[in-house]
C-alpha cells in the first residue's frame, strides 16, 4: 500500500500545483481561490502571481515528497484563511441558502482538509509553530466529507443540471446521476464518522478517478479553455479530490 500512498500524494501535489500555474495563464483570481469575477482581480497581478508562485511551489513539494509534513500544513492555513477571509463572508451575504451556490467555496475547504490529511499521515520532524497547526489536522476528513456530502446533495436537488454531464455514451444518464449522488453522500459520511473508511477511500478514490479519465478530461479536451480554464479547474480538483480519499487509507 506504501505506493498508493505515493500515488495519493502525487495526484493531490499535482492538483494544487496546477491550480498555481493557471493564476500565471489567466488574469486574476480563480473563483475557487477567490470568489470574484477573475477580470475584477486581474489588477492584483502582483498578488494574483504570489499565490500562484505559493500554490504551485507547496503543491511541487507535496508531490515529490519534499518537507511534506510542514508543507502541507503551511498550504492548509493559507487556504483555509482564503475561505474564512474571502469565501465564508461572500457566501453569507450573497445567497446563503442556495446550496449551489457553496460549490467553490466547498472545494476551496476541501483542498484544505486534503492538506491536512497529508500533513497527519507523513509524519516529519517540525518546529513548535507547525507543531500547534499539527493539532488541527483531525479536521481533514471533515472537511472533504463535508464537500462529499453537500455535492451528493446537490445530484439530487439539480438533477437536470448534473445530468448533463453524463457523458453521451452512457446510457442512463439519470440513473447514475442518482448514484453518484448516493455514492457521495455515503463518502462522505463514512470519512466523517470513521466508518469502514478504508475500503470507502479506495472505493471513492477509484470513483473519482474515473470521472476524471470519463468525464472531466474530455470536457476540458473539446471545450474552448483559451478564456475560461473552468474545465481544466474542474480536472485539477478532481485529480486532487481523487488523491485525497485515497490519502484517507491511511488515516
Wanted: hydrophobic share 55%; proline share 5%.
Amino acid at each position: 500500500m506504501n505506493t498508493l500512498k505515493q500515488i495519493a500524494r502525487i495526484f493531490y501535489g499535482t492538483g494544487i500545483a496546477g491550480l498555481g500555474i493557471l493564476h500565471f495563464l489567466y488574469q486574476g483570481f480563480r473563483p475557487v481561490i477567490l470568489p470574484v469575477p477573475p477580470e475584477s482581480t486581474a489588477h492584483l497581478s502582483v498578488l494574483v502571481y504570489a499565490t500562484g508562485a505559493f500554490l504551485f511551489i507547496t503543491g511541487l513539494l507535496i508531490a515529490t515528497g519534499k518537507y511534506v509534513k510542514p508543507v502541507a500544513l503551511l498550504l492548509a492555513l493559507v487556504l483555509f484563511l482564503f475561505f474564512i477571509c474571502g469565501h465564508l463572508p461572500n457566501r453569507l451575504i450573497n445567497m446563503p441558502s442556495v446550496l449551489g451556490a457553496w460549490t467553490d467555496a466547498l472545494k476551496l475547504l476541501a483542498l484544505c482538509g486534503g492538506a491536512l490529511i497529508a500533513a497527519r499521515i507523513f509524519p516529519q520532524q517540525t518546529n513548535s509553530f507547525f507543531r500547534i497547526l499539527d493539532r488541527t489536522t483531525f479536521l481533514g476528513r471533515f472537511f472533504f466529507g463535508i464537500m462529499l456530502i453537500v455535492f451528493g446533495i446537490d445530484h439530487f436537488i439539480y438533477t437536470d443540471f448534473v445530468k448533463t454531464l453524463v457523458p453521451n455514451w452512457i446510457p442512463g444518464a439519470l440513473f447514475w446521476t442518482y448514484i453518484a449522488g448516493i455514492a457521495l453522500i455515503g463518502s462522505g459520511l463514512s470519512f466523517i464518522l470513521k466508518f469502514k473508511m478504508k475500503a470507502i477511500s479506495l472505493l471513492s478514490g477509484a470513483m473519482l478517478f474515473v470521472w476524471l479519465i470519463v468525464l472531466h478530461i474530455p470536457r476540458a479536451i473539446t471545450m474552448d479553455t483559451s478564456k475560461d480554464p473552468n474545465e481544466i479547474i474542474s480536472v485539477l480538483e478532481c485529480l486532487a479530490f481523487s488523491g485525497i480519499a485515497f490519502l484517507l487509507y491511511f488515516e
